[in-house]
């Protein structure tokens, strides 16, 4: 049994490209913060930032 590889959108927006373990690392490490005028990203520090994560699905 293999796993289907996980894609996204290329930069043009027209193709899809596999993902590598990288691109999983910092979707996992990255959020967004929101802000009044503008939102902010923030990438996590893994060494401080702790061993769980909160996944949201279908605004649940």
Do not use: F, W
Not at 1 to 27: F, I, W, Y
Request: proline residues 3%.
């Amino acid at each position: 049994n293999e796993l289907e590889v996980e894609r996204a959108k290329s930069r043009d927006g027209k193709t899809m490209q596999p993902m590598c373990m990288a691109q999983h690392k910092q979707v996992l490490r990255i959020y967004r913060k929101p802000g009044e005028i503008v939102d902010e990203q923030i990438l996590l520090d893994r060494a401080s930032s702790g061993d769980h994560i909160i996944i949201a699905h279908h605004n649940q």
